[in-house]
Structure formats: C-alpha cells, structure tokens
Nanobody
C-alpha cells in the first residue's frame, strides 16, 4: 500500500519560515518524480515545486528564490523549505509522487497570517 505522509505545516507570521516533509512508503522512492502542490480555497491546485530522481528541480515563478525542494532517498523523504512566507502562500500543501502512477498525500495546512 502506497502512503505519502506530510508534516510540518502550521501557522506562521509573514516573513517566517516552515519546512514541510513528506515520507513515502510502498514505492521505489528514488525513481519517482516528487512534487509539492498547493490548493487555496476557491483556487485550482497548482504545482509549487518538483524534483526528479536525478535531483533536477522546478519551481512556480511565485516561489522562486524563497522555496527549496530537496529529497533524501535514504529516508524516502522529500522536503520543502519555505522562507519569506507571505499570506498568498496560505494553502493546503500536498505531496505527490509521479511516474507511471500518481500518488498523493493527505495534505498539510499552511497559514501565513499576523
């Protein structure tokens, strides 16, 4: 059974930082493209960042220079370091594993507010 379990969300003030983690089980983690998506109320889910098995990364324009995606294949874990957070980053963040099949975590809430 495939499981993606996110953690690290919470409430943070504007300008603050959070680090999201996603632990995967039931898949050959190292061969999957791992991604972080987010969905704000009333908006479509969007890809925030992704990292390939080889370590190549992509970011949505709005988070470039502020967010960093990384992976630890030994721990079956993908991370999203989020710095300089602003209220527009408020959303539920989802971990995704993609190859031939596509798997999702349950999501973790990130709220940026003073």
């Amino acid at each position: 059974q495939v499981q993606l379990v996110e953690s690290g969300g919470g409430l943070v003030q504007p300008g603050g930082s959070l680090r999201l983690s996603c632990v995967a089980s039931g898949i050959s983690f190292r061969i999957y493209v791992m991604g972080w998506y987010r969905q704000a109320p009333g908006k479509q889910r969007e890809l925030v960042a992704s990292i390939t098995s080889g370590g190549s990364t992509t970011y949505v324009e709005s988070v470039k220079g502020r967010f960093t995606i990384s992976r630890d294949n030994a721990k079956n874990t993908v991370y999203l370091q989020m710095n300089s957070l602003n209220p527009e980053d408020t959303a539920t963040y989802y971990c995704n594993a993609a190859r031939i099949s596509n798997y999702w975590g349950q999501g973790t809430q990130v709220t940026v507010s003073s």
